[in-house]
């Protein structure tokens, strides 16, 4: 089955960009997904890409994949304290339905 | 509601005894999923219903987890004799419908505890 691994933990400085990794080992992966999660709080969805592109901006976040090595990275820019959370990159499975999830970076971002 | 919405926030439960979670999800929402978060892992899928039927349940570690959703809304988790590495976080979410591209809604999660 699907194999989804992150980076466990960054750190940075206020107004500093910051970039997330992830792998995933299916190829046939068609949408990758980055949740944040707040101490106490549930899963909140702020992008996802699908497979036949290689880029997407969002205000401050970019995402990019390489599906060739099967990478994907967030990039936040100007990074606020607010930001701090844990982040998990998530694939779908081939019948669309359902997610594999990393196991989660821990942002911390410090003023 | 607006969100999805679990309950219990927090179960704490003995070794062996039978526990529900509860799960409301957003209104019209058609497609419903089960997941469970170890301390410090990612979100596992258990289960994920579509309408009242269970579409895939292939990720219940073994059967004493199940669960229903008679009316195509509300959603149960059941977990029978329970024991101590049940103890997670369950999380729900819904969506509009099922597909790669419809946002799923998580709630904040059900917190089991097994002592």
């Known amino acids: 089955g699907e194999d989804v691994e992150q980076s466990l933990f960054l750190s940075v400085r206020e107004g500093d960009s910051s970039v997330i990794n992830c792998t995933y080992t299916?190829?046939?992966?068609?949408?990758l997904y980055w949740y944040k999660q707040e101490p106490g709080a549930g899963l909140q969805l702020l992008t996802y890409?699908?497979?036949?592109?290689d880029m997407k901006q969002d205000q401050r976040l970019t995402v990019l994949l390489n599906k060739k090595d099967k990478h994907l990275s967030l990039r936040i820019a100007d990074t606020q304290t607010g930001d701090s959370a844990i982040y998990f990159c998530?694939?779908?499975?081939?019948?669309?339905?359902?997610?594999?999830f990393g196991k989660g970076t821990m942002l911390l971002v410090s003023p | 509601g607006a969100g999805v919405s679990q309950t219990p926030s927090n179960k704490v439960t003995e070794k062996g005894k039978y526990v529900e979670l509860r799960c409301d999800p957003i209104s019209g929402h058609t497609a419903l999923y089960w997941y469970r978060q170890s301390l410090g892992q990612g979100p596992e899928f258990l289960i994920y219903?579509?309408?009242?039927?269970?579409?895939?349940d292939s990720g219940l570690p073994n059967d004493r987890f199940f669960a229903v959703r008679p009316e195509g809304s509300v959603s149960t988790l059941k977990i029978q004799r329970t024991e101590r590495g049940d103890s997670a976080m369950y999380l729900c979410?819904?969506?509009?419908?099922?597909?790669?591209?419809?946002?799923?809604?998580f709630g904040q999660g059900t917190r089991l505890t097994v002592v």
């Open positions: 998530a694939a779908t499975n081939s019948g669309y339905s359902t997610l594999t």
């Open positions: 299916d190829s046939s992966s068609t949408y």
């Open positions: 890409i699908f497979s036949n592109m």
């Open positions: 979410a819904s969506s509009l419908t099922a597909g790669p591209n419809t946002e799923a809604f």
């Open positions: 219903f579509q309408g009242t039927g269970a579409a895939d």
